[in-house]
């Protein structure tokens, strides 16, 4: 069986087309999905992404990790106490929150975990956690361990300071979501900035 030249040349062209086209599909739409080893739950990140261990100093002097809170809840928030506005309204949402949602609220633990602790000391959180929750947690420690658990957990942090500023007088740039990890320390959600008291306990209690 013999093609004539011209038939060879358009099938060698057909061929060269579509691999150009599977190429550009797989480089446009990542089609056909290139695997990726693990499965991830829809709609969110990997349950085993985002969390893990820490070890921190509580607002009271007292060293505590991940397992001071296991079997409960944590509704855990990244920020610092200088912040002028959103750390505050956040706290305060979370706050309000948890005294709406009734008798599960106490399987909940608030926790805000400081991005600046070369200001936000024990005693300095001591003082201000009681404005928002009366079990509100803060942690703080060592830059070294804030920058491991802000890693574990995906916050971004970052020192600003306004052009003549004094040395102190920095904020932070930081990420303004909070967690919902569960009594086994998996992320369960997340709520992003600006969500409201009500809604946060509809999400709640989906969750707990
Ligand atoms: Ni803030």
Excluded: W
């Excluded at 087309?17 to 446009?28: E, F, N, S, W, Y």
């Excluded at 956040?90 to 005294?99: D, F, I, Q, R």
């Excluded at 007088?169 to 992003?192: A, N, V």
């Amino acid at each position: 069986m013999s093609f004539p030249p011209s038939r060879i040349f358009a099938i060698v062209i057909g061929l060269l087309v579509a691999a150009v086209v599977i190429l550009l599909l797989r480089v446009v739409f990542d089609f056909p999905p290139a695997s990726t080893g693990a499965s991830k739950p829809e709609g969110g990140p990997s349950r085993t992404v985002i969390g893990g261990p820490f070890t921190l100093v509580d607002h009271n002097g007292k060293t505590v990790t991940e397992r001071d809170f296991a079997g409960r809840s944590m509704l855990i928030y990244f920020g610092f106490t200088y912040c002028p506005d959103v750390c505050p309204n956040t706290l305060t949402v979370m706050g309000e929150a948890l005294n709406k949602l009734g008798d599960k609220a106490a399987s909940v633990v608030p926790i805000l975990v400081t991005v600046d602790p070369e200001r936000d000391t024990a005693e300095h959180l001591k003082e201000y956690v009681r404005h928002f929750h009366p079990r509100l947690v803060a942690l703080t420690g060592t830059t070294d361990q804030v920058a491991d658990v802000s890693r574990k957990y995906r916050v971004y942090y970052a020192k600003v300071r306004p052009e003549g500023a004094g040395e102190q007088e920095y904020l932070m740039d930081h990420t303004s979501i909070i967690y919902l990890m569960g009594p086994d320390g998996q992320f369960r959600t997340h709520f992003s900035h600006g969500i409201d008291a009500d809604g946060m306990v509809r999400r709640l209690k989906d969750h707990l």
